[in-house]
């Protein structure tokens, strides 16, 4: 294969799980004066194909496993280099582009995230938007060489690449767990590899805790753990501080968008503001605005904004959706939220996903709590679905523990009827083996409304 010269700022493909073939090119790409795109493999051949041909992807670094799907997508003109092919990033070393980067403006990573119109959106992400994130997580969870990080969320999802990140710039270490099928294993590496940290989304912990022997397992050597990518129940909530005593527990909030992190929960304040992702992180202003653009008043609800140096630079080749999430300077999340009298912010839910049912807005956390409540339930999810008298219904999907005999549409019924007025208890139930996640573990609402 004959080398050809790439120029700086050309997006370089990575397709690859969690592996040192991921960090070692991911940081070379950047370095490079490149731009990393790294995908998910499991992307369809139609969403990849896509994101190479709105690049003009021209170089793809990718596992072996996964080159034969590759390269059914891609033109002859384009170079392919696996884990077994040496390559030289000989654009880089000729001209040093390393040297000539604009920190503040030059693109180091694009992050795909799903598309309202159906295809991908890609997150321009600068170096100066790594480096201030970066910097400012270090700082709030205190990291330093001596830690370690048991990681199960993939590199390129934006929560995972911060962990990645934040643990090279302290000299810390990982430890790359791609088993999170078998969950037992995850606790056990904590304490085969003396890791220090451990971060997870919802569904993670929800597992962890009621299909693992964490209850019952002593983990000397973990010194924190973290929490973001959705809200989770104030009842795990409650079980993790009972488990993990003398751990710290950080609650935090974020986007792609702003390249991982918003805010975060002190963990001295985590009983005391339950439910809370606490305040902007340092260098970020982080408010609540009502439909007027004006801070909302104590208990009151609007969207989460945000500005700061970890805003993206905007949404690749797509000026009317970078146009509706950014304005005079503020990020828009699509976030609903409330604060109290200190100023801390608590997520009602998502605007899409609000259930609007006779009338009345009502949020499905709420709902979804209250069922996770029941010992017996792993995961729940509520959506609205559609209804010709009040416009939409409740209806909760609902996984149990594999020892479950019992439990049935009734029981679950019940017991959201003594916890919920009637216009908030599920009008449909449906129990499901596992709810569809995309690879980082976020619950596929989507794809539950097509299951309807």
Do not use: W
Request: charged share 25%.
């Amino acid at each position: 294969m004959k080398s050809k010269k790439f120029l700086k700022k050309d997006a370089v493909l990575l397709v690859s799980e969690n592996s040192n073939f991921f960090i070692e090119n991911y940081f070379g790409i950047i370095k490079s004066g490149a731009i990393c795109v790294p995908i998910n493999p499991a992307l369809s051949s139609n969403e990849i194909k896509y994101i190479v041909d709105s690049l003009d992807i021209k170089l793809i670094f990718t596992q072996n496993k996964f080159i034969e799907k590759i390269k059914q997508l891609v033109s002859e003109d384009v170079e392919i280099y696996t884990d077994i092919i040496e390559c030289n990033f000989t654009y880089a070393h000729e001209n040093n582009y390393s040297e000539d980067i604009d920190i503040q403006e030059d693109v180091a990573v694009i992050l795909f995230t799903s598309g309202s119109t159906g295809n991908p959106k890609g997150v321009m992400l600068t170096h100066y938007n790594l480096m201030y994130n970066t910097n400012s997580i270090i700082e709030y969870l205190k990291l330093t060489e001596r830690d370690r990080v048991e990681t199960v969320l993939p590199f390129y999802y934006c929560y995972g690449t911060s962990i990645l990140h934040t643990h090279f710039r302290v000299g810390g270490s990982l430890v790359i767990n791609n088993k999170f099928m078998f969950p037992q294993t995850v606790v056990e590496d904590i304490n085969k590899y003396s890791c220090t940290g451990f971060s997870g989304v919802p569904s993670t912990y929800q597992i962890l805790l009621r299909m693992t022997d964490i209850k019952n397992t002593k983990l000397p050597t973990l010194r924190y753990i973290t929490q973001a990518g959705g809200k989770l129940s104030e009842n795990f909530i409650k079980q993790l501080i009972g488990i993990l005593k003398g751990v710290e527990i950080f609650i935090m909030y974020g986007q792609t968008e702003a390249t991982a992190r918003l805010s975060y929960l002190p963990s001295y304040l985590i009983n005391e503001k339950m439910n809370s992702i606490g305040r902007g992180i340092k260098g970020t202003e982080l408010l609540v605005l009502n439909s007027e653009g004006k801070r909302v008043k104590s208990g009151e609800t609007g969207e989460v904004v945000a500005k700061g140096g970890n805003i993206m630079k905007g949404y690749f080749n797509d000026k009317e959706e970078t146009d509706k999430v950014l304005k005079k300077g503020y990020l828009y999340t699509g976030d609903i939220a409330k604060v109290d009298d200190d100023g801390y912010i608590y997520i009602v839910s998502r605007e899409k996903n609000i259930i609007k049912s006779g009338g009345i807005r009502i949020s499905p956390k709420e709902i979804e709590d209250i069922i996770l409540q029941i010992t017996e339930v792993v995961e729940c999810a509520v959506i609205g679905v559609e209804d010709d008298i009040l416009g939409e219904s409740i209806k909760a999907f609902v996984v149990l523990t594999e020892d479950n005999h019992y439990m049935d549409f009734k029981y679950i019924l019940d017991f959201c009827k003594n916890q919920l007025p009637s216009y908030k208890t599920p009008r449909y139930i449906e129990f499901l083996k596992e709810l569809p996640k995309n690879s980082s573990g976020k619950i596929l609402i989507k794809k539950l409304k097509e299951l309807k």
